[in-house]
């Protein structure tokens, strides 16, 4: 979030937050099956929007962005809303962003979130980011762009744990380790926590960055 922030003041991009009457967009209750109490979540966010005038809506999450984008729409309410890999790539592009590069991170790998990628189509875009600012296209996973793989949050996985098998997020993990990354980026929250819990759980939290395409931009900045 502070990464997000330091960027969109790099770029003159006038911004404002809902503070405390932000609530939840709702993804996760209506995914689990709860849609009594997404209902009633989403209404009150429509009528926050509503009054406060907001048109324009960036996510940091791709669970926020799917949902405001595509689900919000049958409550009558049609929302601009832009993931900030996107706009981080925009920004980058317009030369409104000064890069300095970063070149303390090693081997990128790069890890497709589920509802960026294969559930909105957003691929291209991350990557792009990440060649504008390492200075070369992040390593691509066994299993990438729409044949990409889980790293277990969309399904709950935060909060449930596996009956069979191992941990989802720890094989996501040893694909990544198996590219031997001194960083692997997301773009995702969810990604970020199941991430970096994997890697405490293989021994390697210490020795590989979990890092936020955000992170990695403003790490970057002149």
């Known amino acids: 979030t502070m990464a997000v922030a330091k960027i969109l003041d ?59 984008k595509n689900d919000y729409r049958q409550y009558g309410v049609e929302l601009e809303v832009i993931h900030h890999t996107e706009l981080l790539n925009k920004l980058i592009k317009d030369g409104r962003l000064k890069l300095n590069g970063t070149k303390d991170l090693g081997n990128i ?23 504008s600012t390492a200075g070369q296209m992040p390593i691509e996973m066994e299993r990438h762009h729409n044949n990409g793989f889980c790293c277990g949050a969309g399904g709950g996985r935060m909060w449930m744990e596996e009956s069979l098998g191992k941990r989802i ?26 991430f970096e819990d994997g890697m405490k759980d293989k021994g390697a939290g210490d020795k ?9 931009v403003a790490r970057a900045l002149k």
């Open 208 to 216: 590989v960055h979990v890092l936020d395409l955000a992170e990695i």
């Open 169 to 194: 997020n720890v094989a996501r993990v040893e694909e990544a380790l198996s590219k031997d990354p001194q960083t692997v980026c997301v773009c995702c929250p969810y990604c970020m926590t199941m």
């Open 10 to 68: 790099a770029g003159g991009i006038s911004w404002g937050i809902l503070g405390k009457g932000e609530l939840c967009c709702g993804d996760s209750l209506r995914r689990l099956g709860n849609e009594f109490v997404f209902d009633r979540i989403a209404r009150e966010n429509v009528k926050m929007f509503a009054e406060k005038g907001v048109k324009k809506i960036i996510t940091q999450c791709p669970h926020c962005y799917s949902t405001l």
């Open 109 to 131: 790998v790069f890890h497709d979130s589920c509802y960026l990628g294969r559930h909105n189509d957003i691929y291209e875009a991350p990557r792009q980011v990440v060649a």
